[in-house]
């Protein structure tokens, strides 16, 4: 069976003193009242990951990146590797996040060598895909998002991608406050697993662990993670304050 797992991005948000007190309650609370098989991934600012690894221990709980670079080493002044996120016990680490691909003009191409690099130091990639509101007005939506998986992650073996998480987050509902309907995740859902299968064969589609992300909360978690094809989900705003992201975490 795929594994559920509800992955918290904290984006550039909370000060040390603030990222303590909400990881120490995240983690008091799911300790204390999660029980259901969900896996837990808490994705702070990078400056907080060797902090944050001794409170994020057990199997429910779980330390994420939000980024790393494509190279293992060298002259990249204010980057990050896999090896290092490694090194100081991160087992997941978003690639390919929206705001990514905007800001910082990450490609399919770029993201294929970080999804490589993550995989080779034992890493979990949580790959983002999802279209605009432009393209899903007007554009082969589907298409679009099933190259963004082609372009990063078809090179990969069915092995490797045994160990990749998926997060479909339409762009046009990240912080906007927009949520997809459960039934246009559910279609997207549908419809990449069936474009893994294509690739890589229905035992690693059928375990491939696809997420939700944008604008999912605490009041509509539920209805989202009822859907057969999503496996939980990738969260920001709602992340960042404990009794809400509890919320989402047992809807899953
Ligand atoms: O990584 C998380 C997503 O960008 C969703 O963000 P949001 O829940 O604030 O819409």
Redesign the pocket.
């Known amino acids: 069976m795929r594994k559920k797992i509800v992955a918290g ?1 904290w984006k550039m948000n909370k000060t040390a003193d603030e990222g303590l007190a909400l990881v120490s309650e995240v983690v008091n609370m799911v300790s204390a009242e999660v029980t259901a098989p969900v896996t837990v991934v808490v994705c702070p600012p990078a400056l907080y990951l060797t902090t944050f690894k001794s409170y994020l221990t057990g199997d429910k709980l779980a330390l994420g990146a939000q980024n790393c670079h494509e190279k293992a080493a060298g002259a990249y002044t204010g980057e990050i590797s896999a090896p290092m996120l490694k090194s100081v016990g991160v087992q997941y680490v978003i690639l390919g ?1 929206s705001e990514r691909r905007q800001y910082f003009g990450e490609t399919n191409a770029q993201l294929a060598e970080k999804v490589n690099i993550a995989l080779e130091n034992g890493l979990i990639p949580i790959f983002c895909c999802g279209e605009s509101r432009e393209m899903r007005e007007t554009g082969d939506y589907v298409g679009f998002v099933k190259n963004q998986l082609t372009e990063s992650l078809f090179h990969l073996s069915a092995e490797q991608m045994a160990n990749v998480v998926i997060a479909y ?1 339409p762009i046009w ?3 906007t406050g927009l949520t997809a309907s459960s039934a246009q995740a559910q279609d997207m859902h549908f419809a990449l697993r069936q474009h893994l299968a294509g690739q890589f064969g229905d035992e690693v589609a059928q375990n491939t662990s696809i997420l939700y ?4 909360n605490a009041q509509n978690a539920q209805e989202l993670f009822g859907q057969p094809d999503v496996d939980g989900g ?5 992340s960042l304050k404990s009794r809400d992201f509890l919320t989402v975490v047992k809807a899953a």
């Not at 992300?213 to 999912?216: E, I, K, L, T």
């Not at 990738?234 to 709602?238: F, H, K, P, R, Y």
């Open positions: 991005n996040h987050e509902a990240i912080g992300g944008g604008s999912a990738l969260i920001g705003g709602a």
